[in-house]
């Protein structure tokens, strides 16, 4: 009669580290070191190289197979075998996603019970510079970075990131991709206005111009430049009101004008209001405001014309009534 053979577990390793990390924690490899002892039933060491299969479930008993790796030859001597499970078929991460994990054990034909619960050493997959919080998984020290090697800030993407929800910020500020470090007010102002262009509105000087959209709260952004700009004829959707926020600097005359437009024609120059900013020495600066009325299907238009060497900062807002 063939003896009947026993397992006995010696001891499950921790993670073998001299080998090939895993690629989405770098410090943690994919591979747990396992060491037994076989046994027969009269409790002699087994010496031979038996056909050995390893699985990983989620249930003690029954329960779902979650990874398995078979090997057609384990060499055991005087009792003791040595494998590193994930070796042949790697041990995905996922695998170690939920408290309780056991590793059963087959020797040729029969199944080795019962199943050995995995503790801590298995779930080092999920663990290196991170921590897991229920749901929650966070690192307090370090940068994270997506498409390079060595990021600077906490998260840095290299290339286009991609928000399906609201992204909610705190106070973030604009920096010139030329000199990223440079946190300052100018630098900030300078790099905006330089850049800005959107297809909803107009860059500082109108060069870039787009049609404007008028079926929600739309603004279109003037900057802090000395040069006359004209932001072109745009058609609203709805009756309305155009707001416009203006502000000078230096004691130099400004003249601002808001033209309106009353048919389908964009050409006719029928100026509904128009205003004239003097800078004041004593506060070298003068703001104003002004709304006007626009009919759906009307025409508006806005031209600034600034004198040599002042500087005004001119905002533009449209406020819809309807639809």
């Known amino acids: ?3 009947k053979i026993i397992l006995s577990l010696l001891v499950l390793l921790t993670i073998a580290f001299t080998l090939t990390p895993n690629p989405c924690l770098s410090a943690v490899p994919s591979l747990i070191n396992y060491q037994g002892v076989l046994k027969d039933s009269t409790g002699a060491p087994v010496t031979g190289d038996p056909a050995m299969e390893f699985s ?13 790796e078979t090997y057609v030859a384990v060499h055991v001597e005087k009792g003791l075998f040595n494998v590193l499970l994930g070796s042949k078929d ?6 170690f996603n939920a408290p309780d994990r056991w590793l059963q054990v087959q020797v040729g034909a029969s199944v080795l019970c019962p199943r050995r619960q995995i503790v801590s050493v298995g779930y080092a997959f999920t663990d290196g510079d991170w921590t897991i919080d229920g749901e929650n998984i966070y690192r307090l020290q370090g940068n994270v970075g997506i498409g390079t090697t060595g990021p600077n800030y906490k998260l840095e993407v290299a290339g286009t990131a991609y928000v399906s929800g609201i992204a909610t910020f705190g106070s973030i500020p604009v920096l010139p991709a030329s000199d990223p470090t440079a946190d300052n007010e100018a630098t900030r102002r300078k790099f905006v206005t330089d850049k800005f262009n959107t297809s909803t509105g107009h860059d500082h000087d109108g060069t870039n111009s787009k049609q404007l959209s008028a079926s929600g709260m739309s603004a279109v952004l003037g900057a802090w430049v000395n040069k006359s700009s004209n932001y072109g004829a745009q058609q609203a959707t709805t009756d309305g009101f155009v707001l416009l926020e203006a502000e000078a600097t230096n004691p130099n005359y400004v003249y601002i004008k808001y033209v309106g437009y009353s048919d389908n024609n964009a ?5 509904r209001a128009r205003t004239l900013l003097r800078g004041v020495p004593s506060m070298n600066v003068e703001s104003c405001s002004f709304m006007f009325p626009v009919r759906k299907n009307d025409y508006w238009k806005i031209v600034r014309t600034v004198t040599e060497g002042s500087e005004s900062d001119l905002s533009v807002y449209w406020i819809p009534l309807g639809s």
């Not at 990983?56 to 398995?68: E, K, P, R």
């Not at 790697?90 to 695998?95: A, E, F, Y």
């Not at 050409?267 to 100026?271: A, G, K």
């Open 90 to 95: 790697s041990i995905p991460d996922s695998v």
């Open 1 to 3: 009669m063939k003896p």
């Open 267 to 271: 050409n006719p120059s029928t100026v």
């Open 56 to 68: 990983i479930w989620d249930d003690s008993i029954a329960g779902n197979l979650l990874w398995d």
